[in-house]
C-alpha cells in the first residue's frame, strides 16, 4: 500500500514563501511521476506543477516563475517550494504519485495567502 504525508502548509502574507513536502512510502515503482495539485473552494482541482523520475518539470502557467518543483528519489519525497505567492494562490495543495495505471493521492494540506 502506498501512503503520501504531506507537510508545510500554512497562513502566510502575500509575497511571501512556504515550501510543502511530500514524502511517499509503500511499493513504489521506481519510474514515476510525482506531482502537486491544488484545489480551491468552488474550483475544480488542477494541476500546479509536476517531476517525473527523471527529473523533467512541468509547471501551471499561473506558477511559472514563482514556484519550483524538486524531488529526492532517495526519499521518495517532493518539494514545492512557493515563492511571490498570491491571494489567488489560496487552496487546499494535494501531493500526486502516479506511475502506468496507479495513482495515488496525499490527504491534503492547506495554503493561504492573505493579502
Known amino acids: 500500500q502506498v501512503q503520501l504525508v504531506e507537510s508545510g502548509g500554512g497562513l502566510v502574507q502575500a509575497g511571501g514563501s512556504l515550501t510543502l513536502s511530500c514524502a511517499a512510502s509503500?511499493?513504489?515503482?521506481?519510474?514515476?511521476?510525482m506531482g502537486w495539485y491544488r484545489q480551491a473552494p468552488g474550483k475544480q482541482r488542477e494541476l500546479v506543477a509536476s517531476?517525473?523520475?527523471?527529473?523533467?518539470?512541468n509547471y501551471a502557467n499561473s506558477v511559472k516563475g514563482r514556484f519550483t518543483i524538486s524531488r529526492d528519489n532517495a526519499k521518495n519525497t517532493v518539494y514545492l517550494q512557493m515563492n511571490s505567492l498570491k491571494p489567488e494562490d489560496t487552496a487546499d495543495y494535494y501531493c500526486?504519485?502516479?506511475?502506468?495505471?496507479?495513482?495515488?493521492w496525499g490527504q491534503g494540506t492547506q495554503v493561504t495567502v492573505s493579502s
Open positions: 500526486n504519485l502516479n506511475w502506468w495505471a496507479r495513482n495515488y
Open positions: 509503500g511499493t513504489i515503482f521506481s519510474i514515476n511521476v
Open positions: 517531476i517525473s523520475s527523471g527529473n523533467s518539470t
